[in-house]
């Protein structure tokens, strides 16, 4: 069994409770969110997704020297990921709502420790474990793409630009994930692997945090 085999396997527990018991997940796939609801969704995911290339930055540079191959695929994804918390605020403004709120607004308390838990391990423990944020996030982007934001389109009869985060993270998402998959079976330390494990499990119960944090209420004060 390999690295990334590995932690597929001992991060299952944790997906599935992301996918079986997150409210928000089911009927997003089932096009019975609201507007509202859609809208709080993504300014949660603006304001911790603008932190991708810092976190990605801050890791790079606490990589050893021994690990020069993986602060040069950390670049890489720093070229991917720079700007895309734009497309999530364009999405937004597509919808009808003011952007500029958002972009200046609080996260909800979850999203807040999400981004600290992200930081504090770059900066504290091991820079590897913000690889488990990666497991969580681009993996459950792909589930969620297209299918999911195809209903949430015909449920709510959005426009095509209101949907530029959640599609082209699913097609940009199925090359990460192959890309990350090379780069976890390179990583042979056991105590890097033992961080990136342990991170993706915490990782994935702040993700179903954020999303269940997620209320039509929230959103109501962002309206145009």
Known sequence: ????????????????????????????????????????????????????????????????????????????????????????????AACGFDKEKVRHARPNFSTELWIAYAYDTINRVNPLGFFGSVQVLEGTSIQMADSAAERIQQSLGLPDQAFTYLRSHGALDQEHICFFESLMNRITDAGDQEQIIHSARCFYQLYRNILMEVDAGQALSWAA
Do not use: C
């Open 1 to 92: 069994m390999n690295f990334y085999q590995r932690l597929q396997l001992e991060t299952e527990q944790e997906r599935k409770q992301l996918w079986q018991h997150t409210p928000l997940i089911g009927r997003a796939f089932n096009g019975d969110i609201s507007l509202d609801e859609y809208v709080a969704y993504l300014a949660q995911a603006y304001h911790h997704v603008k932190h991708t290339t810092p976190f990605l930055m801050a890791t790079g540079a606490r990589v050893p020297m021994e690990q020069e191959w993986l602060r040069t695929a950390i670049a890489e994804y720093i070229e991917e990921e720079v700007g895309h918390q734009e497309w999530i605020l364009n999405d937004i």
